[in-house]
């Protein structure tokens, strides 16, 4: 398994550790959104993850938006991967319940239908 990856408890110390560019966020939002450079990009160097977030007007709350989720694709890379998934066959019992149910069905929707015409 790879080695864990040390997370920075400080957001000085993890925002050292990445490369932060700043951008023009586009998109609806008006003016202001349209000439201030608010949308943020972080790049962790170690990983070479990235985030970006643009949903503020703020640059700084954009950069703690992009520091939050960060930590946390930082700390599913730590986690360990999930057992293997062993496939599993019904059963003969639960194939013969469900095709018992079938035929149950549809004889109670024959009985629904209009009588035919040699009745």
């Known amino acids: 398994m790879n080695e864990p990856i040390d997370i920075p408890e400080s957001d000085d110390a993890l925002l050292?550790?990445?490369d932060v560019q700043t951008f023009r966020a586009g998109g609806p939002g008006g003016q202001h959104q349209n000439v201030t450079d608010s949308a943020v990009r972080l790049v962790h160097r170690a990983t070479g993850l990235t985030v970006t977030s643009r949903a503020q007007r703020s640059q700084y709350m954009n950069k703690?938006?992009?520091l939050r989720r960060l930590r946390l694709k930082l700390r599913r890379l730590n986690e360990p991967p999930?057992?293997?998934?062993?496939?599993?066959r019904p059963s003969r019992a639960a194939k013969e319940r469900r095709l018992a149910e079938k035929t149950r069905r549809g004889a109670a929707k024959?009985?629904?239908r209009p009588?035919?015409?040699e009745d």
């Open 115 to 117: 009588p035919s015409a």
């Open 16 to 18: 050292a550790a990445c």
């Open 110 to 112: 024959r009985l629904r």
């Open 82 to 88: 999930p057992p293997p998934r062993r496939p599993t």
């Open 64 to 66: 703690m938006d992009a």
